[in-house]
């Protein structure tokens, strides 16, 4: 079994699976590890959940990991562009091979003991297999969707971090805060550490109920045992200002700690990921980092695909930026449209605002994603090659009624990237927002490589 053929296993793997057939695989997933002598086992590290800024705090998590000079492998969901991106050492993606090889000893457990899985439930696997094969033993995982059914929680990591809760994914978890908060925070087992992360009183009330119904959990909340505070201050060599960032924990007070990810909400990510760190020293996972390494390995930490700025975009004979970001329901573009209409305004040009590309998954809410930014500016409709996506005409049909300015389809990624860059003009500015994978495919577009 080569790359290719992992690629497309797991393309056939994410059409659609009816309810019945799902959870019969997702129980398979507990057999499968004992098929594969439990690698897991080895295992120790934290669990991050919640509906947005997780993948930028496990990110902050690997860097401050790094800071204490363990060997730290992640496992990032979704992936941007390759399967391969899933899985980390020390940030790296491993290469095709080494996600072929582990691969292949999953799918072959899987057959020889006839235990299908959900593709999550083979990322999961996979993931787990490389790290014992690399004799990596601390791991940062990324939960997919929810939390108590989340394959990366069958590897039973002790730490678990709540990012903050808010309407997403209402048809799988729930159409109320409170129902979306016990599914991701049923992922909590007894005797855990528990971090949560800024949460609305819906959502803090309905996590207390779950954490009532545990035994053994310690928690740390974000504003109670851990605070913050964010500054700005005059860059050294030259370089422009910097946004430094002071974490108190119950363990530890970190001072001057650089946030390189841009937008107010990444100071929250960095924090969360810190305490995180502390309850893993707590716990003996990890000793505790020393300050300069720890600010030294958190200026570098970079997180692709989330308001990544390209500034020498080309694509034939257009050039100009390119801004690309995931975030994937109405928070999560009100989140980050600050930071989208403070690039915009760089260099405003009359009669050529930027131009939005966008795609989203059916169920989603499409008007109160783009409810956040400029209604006259272009947009260009389009869809991936993810089966859930939902089709441009029909978008369009439903966004007809708001009023937005021009609304144009595109058949796929490649296509609508080329007619923004129409609307845009030279040196102009393309917004790519709404989808993950749309932003994975704008990278491939964009000659990017993983990351």
Avoid at 120 to 125: F, P, R, S
Avoid at 325 to 354: C, F, K, M, S, W
Wanted: net charge neutral; proline share 7%.
């Amino acid at each position: 079994m080569d790359y290719q053929d992992c690629v497309d296993l797991l393309a056939e793997l994410h059409g659609k699976v009816d309810l019945p057939l799902r959870e019969a695989r997702q129980a398979n997933l507990p057999r499968l590890l004992g098929a594969l002598g439990h690698p897991e086992h080895g295992l120790r590290g934290m669990l991050v959940v919640g509906t947005n800024g997780k993948g930028s705090t496990c990110a902050f998590a690997v860097s401050a990991v790094a800071a204490t000079g363990a060997r730290a492998g992640s496992m990032p969901s979704p992936h941007l562009q390759e399967p391969r991106e899933r899985i980390r050492v020390d940030g790296v993606p491993v290469t095709r091979a080494e996600y072929a090889a582990a691969f292949a000893e999953v799918y072959r457990a899987a057959d020889r003991y006839d235990l299908p899985v959900m593709a999550a439930g083979l990322y999961a696997a996979t993931a787990a297999v490389h790290f014992r094969r690399a004799g990596v033993r601390l791991a940062v995982a990324e939960a997919n969707v929810g939390g108590s059914r989340a394959a990366a929680g069958e590897l039973g990591m002790d730490v678990k971090v709540v990012t903050g809760i808010g309407l997403d994914h209402v048809g799988l978890l729930g159409d109320t805060l409170a129902e979306i908060t016990r599914a991701k925070v049923e992922a909590v087992r007894d005797g855990d550490h528990v971090v949560l992360g800024r949460l609305a009183p819906e959502a803090a009330a309905a996590a207390g109920r779950v954490l009532d119904e545990r035994t053994g959990v310690s928690v740390w909340r974000m504003d109670r045992e851990i605070r913050y505070t964010a500054r700005t201050a005059a860059g050294s060599d030259g370089r422009g200002p910097r946004t430094l960032v002071d974490v108190a924990t119950p363990r530890a007070v970190h001072r001057d700690l650089p946030c390189p990810l841009p937008g107010a909400h990444q100071h929250h990510n960095l924090a969360l990921a810190v305490a995180a760190v502390d309850a893993m020293v707590e716990r003996g996972h990890v000793r505790a980092p020393e300050s300069e390494p720890l600010r030294t390995r958190l200026a570098a930490t970079r997180w692709p695909g989330r308001l990544e700025l390209v500034t020498d975009a080309q694509l034939d004979d257009w050039a100009g930026r390119v801004l690309l970001d995931g975030a994937t329901n109405p928070q999560g573009v009100a989140t980050v449209a600050p930071e989208i209409l403070r690039h915009a305004g760089a260099d405003a040009r009359p009669g050529r605002p930027p131009v939005l590309v966008f795609s989203a998954f059916e169920q989603k809410d499409v008007h109160g994603m783009l409810a956040p930014l400029p209604s006259h500016w272009p947009l260009v409709l389009t869809r991936t090659g993810s089966h859930e996506c939902a089709d441009p005409a029909t978008l369009r049909g439903r966004l007809a009624p708001t009023g937005r300015g021009p609304c144009l389809t595109a058949e796929d990624t490649r296509s609508a990237l080329r007619r923004a860059g129409e609307l845009a003009g030279p040196g102009g500015l393309i917004v790519v927002i709404g989808s993950l994978r749309l932003v994975g495919e704008a990278r491939t577009e964009l000659a990017l490589p993983p990351a």
